[in-house]
């Protein structure tokens, strides 16, 4: 098994208009070029009109360039959809699919998602697959089971570690300002990591960020657990300072 290298991927959602969006991925870039963490990537998954415009900015800077979805074809009738390949074109390493609010707002169910990650994968892009439980079926105590049920319904055959990302993302969790416990979120990620050997080659290779209401004050904390791999971070990703200063935090 490799060292896995940590990822900290900031999800911008529907924020940030041309020229915000470039401040702050320009700030993001020359902080990288100066003074990486060692062992870390960053990743912007800006919303779709700013993919092209973020991915000219941080050229050669190391940092990433992510989607935040794709549509399960490649081409098609499919108004208002982007597909896998356009954001390749567009310089994109990643996608996210399965979000909890794709889940919800756009009815996307697990087979869904598993379709969005193949077309991901067959464009050359890793998925980054999301998953995570409800408050109420945290509180049903049925958070195992949702999540080890939406892993074996959202990674599409074939997959491996080298394309594949699992966000643990509890939907309770998300732009709450309420973090999962330490404990939960360690119980969780070792569960993640055993239920991956079922559906993926080189489940120890796969990284597991965790999501919902990361920074800095957290941060370091959460990113020194075994398990956990790295963050999907929403609303601390606009901020560079917040978001750079979570990068430092990795361990
Ligand atoms: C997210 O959107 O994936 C997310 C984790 O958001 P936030 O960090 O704002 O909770």
Request: include cysteine.
């Amino acid at each position: 098994m490799a060292e896995r290298r940590l990822l900290i991927a900031g999800n911008w959602k529907m924020n940030g208009l041309r020229s915000e969006a470039v401040v702050l991925a320009s700030d993001l870039a020359s902080r990288l070029q100066q003074s990486g963490p060692d062992g870390v990537d960053l990743l912007l998954c800006p919303p779709a009109t700013l993919v092209w415009a973020v991915g000219q900015v941080v050229e050669g800077s190391g940092v990433l360039l992510g989607g935040q979805d794709c549509h399960a074809e490649a081409k098609g009738a499919h108004t208002g959809d982007i597909a896998a390949p356009m954001l390749a074109e567009a310089g994109c390493g990643f996608v996210i699919v399965g979000h909890s609010e794709r889940r919800q707002n756009h009815r996307e169910s697990d087979p869904v998602v598993a379709a969005k990650a193949a077309a991901a994968n067959r464009a050359g892009l890793t998925a980054i697959i999301c998953v995570g439980e409800t408050e109420a079926e945290r509180d049903r105590g049925e958070a195992k089971a949702v999540v080890a049920r939406q892993l074996a319904g959202s990674i599409p055959p074939g997959s491996s570690a080298a394309t594949t990302v699992i966000a643990y993302e509890p939907v309770w969790a998300i732009g709450t300002g309420r973090s999962a416990s330490i404990g939960d979120v360690a119980e969780m990620h070792a569960h993640i990591r055993v239920e991956l050997d079922r559906h993926l080659t080189g489940a120890l290779d796969v990284r597991i960020l965790y999501g919902g209401s990361v920074k800095p004050g957290n941060a370091r904390e959460l990113l020194a657990l075994a398990d956990v791999d790295g963050a999907l971070v929403g609303g601390a990703s606009l901020v560079a300072d917040d978001f750079w200063a979570i990068a430092l935090s990795c361990r």
